[in-house]
């Protein structure tokens, strides 16, 4: 059974277990496990699986009767209806139930300009209201099925049965897949690989950072070598301009003028360019929780979203001629190994923001919060502000370098939390190192203070 996909799983076999032919699309982010769940859920079904390439409407139809008809017995039309009707016709002695097509990659079949979407919806509606097949369109182009295909259908009138979104995996899902203790090794890899299931295929938890860094990251044959340049090549246009903005994204020039004063590239083109990139779910634009101190707000901040891409902009692409000079452990003793550390800390907030919702969903908090986000601010960062029906705040403030938070950090802390105009009612101190002797001493007899280390996360 896969880690943390059981509700998708469970409304997927929903949908093929209505006496009634349908289409449902499964959907989400390259690597991020759309891959192994739909193997999951085919398992013990009658299923036909094809994979669609880039190619014209009548090669595509071709290609899947090549695939379908082996054995030549058939002959075939260059039609998608000869396909789907060959699934169904296609007699397994070993199995007499209903049939699963798989059509993985489809959106290179509507994006071809055939007749794909006319002919799947004509074919489907023939069998309507019998219980002969389910057709499961796969894709790994999240934005692209939430925008352009959504609007296909609506200007085709065309309706699917249904759509399943695979998202990232939380950080508990990754401990429970993964299968170690080592909370400190589980972190870094959630830094570089986030929830994309899929990707921690190639991590193996009984190798070192370093050793799986090099593997997968420095090594010439290494699956994710090129994997942050090989992306944006894949999805779009111009990729010397989209790598120069990721590039100083991961540098930390993350608004609009000092991504223009670095590269010198107009700000209406950086804009346009980073809309682009949000539309593909590499950058995202970081949106402050709303609160009565917005004159007080850092406005127009992104930052990379993807995990693999921020890690191979941070750590590989500044420096591709020295490991093309150099050894691979030469490389990450003298570019990585100091960084690292810091680096992967960068995802601690997120870890707390989500022991939070655990504890929230349990009602292990004083509050019961409703709503929750984060708040960048012109003086500082309050990691989490949660708000419940009553109007009680929560603060969450979690200390993303190595060692233990001190009392003038929490001073800070109270600063910045000034400049929201809220007032606190309760504070939620992270720090994976603990806290120093002051911090404990201060806070020990504030009621509305609550201290958090690793024995406390792990």
């Known amino acids: 059974m896969l880690q943390g996909r059981n509700e998708e799983l469970n409304t997927l076999n929903d949908f093929f277990e ?23 859920f085919a398992g013990g079904k009658d299923t036909t699986y094809l994979k669609a390439v880039p190619a014209s409407g009548r090669e595509q139809a071709y290609l899947f009767a090549k695939t379908l008809n082996w054995n030549g017995e058939t002959e075939f039309d260059y039609s998608f209806t000869s396909v789907f ?12 139930e209903k049939k699963l097509l798989i059509l993985s990659d489809f959106h290179f079949l509507i994006q071809s300009g055939s007749a794909f979407l006319e002919e799947l919806n004509d074919f489907i509606q023939k069998y309507r209201y019998e219980d002969k097949i389910m057709v499961l369109l796969v894709s790994e182009r999240g934005n692209w099925v939430e925008n352009t295909l959504v609007s296909e259908l609506l200007l085709k009138k065309i309706k699917f049965q249904g759509f ?45 950072l370093r050793q799986n860094i090099i593997g997968t990251f420095l090594l010439p044959g290494g699956v994710y070598r090129s994997y942050g340049m090989d992306l944006i090549k894949s999805e779009l246009r111009e990729p010397s301009v989209y790598s120069t903005i990721l590039a100083s994204l991961a540098e930390g020039r993350n608004k609009l003028n000092d991504l223009f004063l670095h590269t010198g590239f107009s700000r209406a083109k950086i804009s346009v360019y980073l809309k682009n990139l949000t539309e ?19 406005k127009g901040v992104y930052r990379i979203k993807n995990p693999i891409v921020k890690f191979y902009f941070t750590f590989l692409y500044p420096h591709e001629t020295e490991l093309s000079l150099i050894g691979e452990e030469e490389f990450y003793n ?21 022991f939070l919702c655990l504890a929230n969903e349990r009602e292990y908090l004083p509050i019961k919060f409703t709503k929750y986000g984060e708040w960048v601010g012109k003086t500082g960062t309050v990691d989490i502000i949660a708000q419940d029906r009553e109007r009680q705040f929560l603060f969450g403030y979690c200390k993303k370098e190595r060692g233990l938070l001190t009392y003038d950090e929490f001073i800070k802390l109270v600063s910045v939390t000034k400049e929201t105009h809220l007032t606190p009612d309760y504070y939620y101190l992270f720090s994976l190192d603990g806290f120093d002797s002051q911090t404990l001493n201060e806070l020990a007899d504030r009621e509305n203070v609550f201290l958090f280390d690793r024995t406390d996360l792990s």
């Open 18 to 40: 209505r006496k009634e032919s349908n289409i449902v699309v499964l959907y989400g982010e390259h690597l991020v496990g759309t891959s192994s769940l739909w193997r999951e």
């Open 164 to 208: 399943v979104k695979v998202n990232p995996l939380e950080f508990l899902d990754i401990v429970c897949m993964m299968n170690t203790e080592e909370f400190d090794k589980l972190l870094s890899f959630y830094a570089i690989l986030g929830g994309m299931q899929d990707a921690y295929e190639h991590f193996t938890p009984a190798l070192s």
């Open 85 to 96: 009707e060959s699934v169904i016709s296609a007699v397994n002695p070993n199995k007499h």
């Open 334 to 354: 003298t570019y990585i190994k100091d960084h690292i550390d810091n680096y992967c800390m960068q995802i601690f907030p997120t870890i707390c923001e989500e």
């Open 280 to 298: 593909i779910s590499i950058v995202e634009k970081v949106k402050s929780y709303d609160t009565p101190g917005a004159e007080n707000t850092k």
